[in-house]
Nanobody, 123 residues
Framework: QVQLVESGGGLVQAGGSLRLSCAFSGGTFSSYHMGWFRQAPGKEREFVARISWTGRATYYQDSVKGRFTISRDNARNTAYLQMNSLKPEDTAIYYC????????????????WGKGTLVTVSS
C-alpha cells in the first residue's frame, strides 16, 4: 500500500521560504505522477503544482508561478515543493498526492493522499 508522508511545514514570515518534502513508500515511486494541493481554513482543497513521473513536465497554479518549484528525486522516493516569497494567503495545510495518471487539478480520482503539513505565513 502506497503511503505519503509530508514534512517541512511550519511558521514563516511573509517573504520567507520553506521546502516541503513528500516521502513515498509502498510502491514504485518512478511510476507515479506527483502533485501538491493545499486547503486553507474554510476553503476547499485547491491544486498547487504537479510533476510528471519523469520530472520533465511540471504545471503550476497561476498564483504560485515564479514563487514555487516542484521537483522530485526518484532515487530518494521523494517529491519536493520549494516555496519562496511566501505570502499570508499561502497559509494552508499542504497535501501531497500521487497518481499513476497525471494528477488532476480538480483533485478528482487521486490515487493516494498524504495527511498534510501545515504552513503558516505571518504578515
Amino acid at each position: 500500500q502506497v503511503q505519503l508522508v509530508e514534512s517541512g511545514g511550519g511558521l514563516v514570515q511573509a517573504g520567507g521560504s520553506l521546502r516541503l518534502s513528500c516521502a513515498f513508500s509502498g510502491g514504485t515511486f518512478s511510476s507515479y505522477h506527483m502533485g501538491w494541493f493545499r486547503q486553507a481554513p474554510g476553503k476547499e482543497r485547491e491544486f498547487v503544482a504537479r510533476i510528471s513521473w519523469t520530472g520533465r513536465a511540471t504545471y503550476y497554479q497561476d498564483s504560485v508561478k515564479g514563487r514555487f518549484t516542484i521537483s522530485r528525486d526518484n532515487a530518494r522516493n521523494t517529491a519536493y515543493l520549494q516555496m519562496n516569497s511566501l505570502k499570508p494567503e499561502d497559509t494552508a495545510i499542504y497535501y501531497c498526492a500521487a497518481d499513476v495518471r497525471a494528477v488532476a487539478v480538480t483533485a478528482y480520482g487521486i490515487d493516494y493522499w498524504g495527511k498534510g503539513t501545515l504552513v503558516t505565513v505571518s504578515s
